[in-house]
């Protein structure tokens, strides 16, 4: 009686059952309806065994399996592939429900379809995740009725899987793409006139809108009639360190994600393109008891022991430790680097607290201190006031963002570079900085 695990009522066969009964009860008081009730349930009876039979008259009526990528990328939308085979000789109607990941507190997924006997269908989906860490994906169950629709039969496929979701690969790619083919300016990475020509040379090449005028070979476009340019060698090997802060601070959700996950994306981004720069990067991330160091290299394979490790760390509800950092900082970076310093300041006096730590890395190395703008709170602002409860909360949220501007201001004061960012824009600031300090020829 396996079979009876898989077997459910459809509401149809309620209804008929309901019709049978009222035809029944008729039937106390007129006799032609007492015969209309007979016949009405010995049609219902053959009706049930047909649609029975078809049912389950194939041990395996239906297939399937679930195409994923290997890993899945944090922040960006994964496309996931499901393909279903009827076996049936006869048409069926089929609803497929995908057991997902629970991280994703999906619980409406269906997918309804049509399928003419024998016929293969693919379907495909798409996810989000807003954290990393273990995907447990689990059975595709079909739903099968036939056009009798009086029960539907249950096929549990047993597709479970663990996938990994990894720090935004899909970023990563796709600026690589654009960075191999000189295209950055096309998402946003500003074009930065560098001072002079202190580097080497490199190769003549054809000339791309934004590329500094002085730099054209006026003897290699008259010989091939069209503009080109002397392109400069960067000075390479240089050392770029990300440094993530795992604090409390970094736990704030924007559009979901965290702000340690926008922090781990962009750390991914940057590394990659300073390896394609011939630049060496490297990672750190600290918390009050927690550390994790890969020093600095320019090897493409890094980039993977980079990602594996922003794969690994997390955030907790305590204050970062930043005597910490400064001891990581002596002990693993050798040499003068430019450090990019993940972290969030929502009040000044936030920041005063860790200023002196900061002054102290600053005396070493190039820093640049990444915090975030509250995009809601710049919302408020930008709202016109209704009432006086409107005007209380819009004077506090002007407070809050004036403060933001003092502790730039008072960073800048002591030379530490600031990028004050919408959590969405990190990356392409991030890389914006990062050129313009190479191109100011500051690292």
């Given at each position: ?136 994906f689990g059975s595709i169950n079909v739903f099968v009725q036939t ?247 819009k004077t506090i949220a002007e407070k809050f963002s004036f403060e ?40």
């Open positions: 009686m396996i079979f009876l695990k898989s077997l459910y009522i459809a509401p149809r066969f309620y209804f008929a059952l309901f019709v049978v009964a009222i035809l029944y009860t008729v039937g106390f008081f007129v006799d032609a309806a007492l015969a209309l009730a007979q016949i009405a349930a010995v049609g219902l009876i053959v009706i049930c065994v047909a649609d029975f039979l078809l049912l389950f008259g194939k041990n395996s009526g239906i297939s399937a399996s679930r195409i994923t990528p290997q890993r899945l990328s944090n922040g960006d939308e994964n496309t996931i592939k499901l393909t279903v085979k009827s076996h049936y000789s006869v048409n069926t109607f089929v609803e497929i429900i995908d057991e997902l990941p629970i991280q994703f507190q999906i619980r409406d997924f269906s997918i309804k379809q049509e399928f003419n006997q024998s016929a293969s269908h693919q379907f495909s989906y798409t996810l989000k995740p807003v954290n990393r860490g273990e995907f447990e056009k009798l629709s009086l029960f539907k039969r249950r096929f549990s496929i047993d597709e479970s899987r663990s996938i990994p979701v990894y720090p935004s690969y899909v970023q990563m790619r796709k600026f690589e793409m654009y960075a191999i083919s000189n295209r950055l300016t096309d998402l946003g990475v500003k074009k930065v006139r560098r001072l002079g020509h202190t580097m080497e040379f490199d190769q003549i090449r054809e000339y791309v809108r934004g590329d500094d005028i002085r730099s054209i070979n006026w003897k290699a476009t008259a010989r091939s009639n069209q503009l080109m340019i002397n392109q400069y060698q960067d000075e390479r090997s240089q050392q770029i360190i990300n440094v993530v802060d795992l604090g409390r601070v970094m736990k704030m959700p924007f559009d979901g994600l965290q702000l340690l996950e926008y922090a781990i994306n962009t750390s991914l981004v940057l590394s990659n393109i300073a390896v394609l720069k011939e630049d060496k990067a490297g990672l750190i991330a600290f918390s009050n008891n927690d550390l994790t160091v890969i020093p600095a290299d320019k090897k493409r394979t890094h980039v993977r022991k980079i990602q594996q490790g922003l794969y690994n760390i997390d955030t907790n509800f305590m204050e970062s430790d930043f005597d910490k950092l400064i001891l990581a900082l002596k002990t693993h970076v050798k040499q003068r680097s430019l450090i990019l310093l993940y972290t969030n300041f929502e009040t000044l006096s936030s920041m005063e607290r860790q200023l002196p730590y900061l002054r102290k890395i600053a005396k070493d190395h190039l820093l640049v201190t990444i915090f975030f703008e509250n995009t809601e709170l710049t919302s408020l602002t930008q709202k016109d006031a209704q009432n006086v409860s409107d005007i209380y909360l933001k501007k003092q502790i730039v201001k008072s960073l800048n004061r002591y030379g530490i570079h600031t990028i004050y960012t919408p959590p969405k824009e990190l990356s392409i600031n991030a890389i914006n900085k990062y050129l313009e300090l190479k191109a100011r020829t500051l690292i």
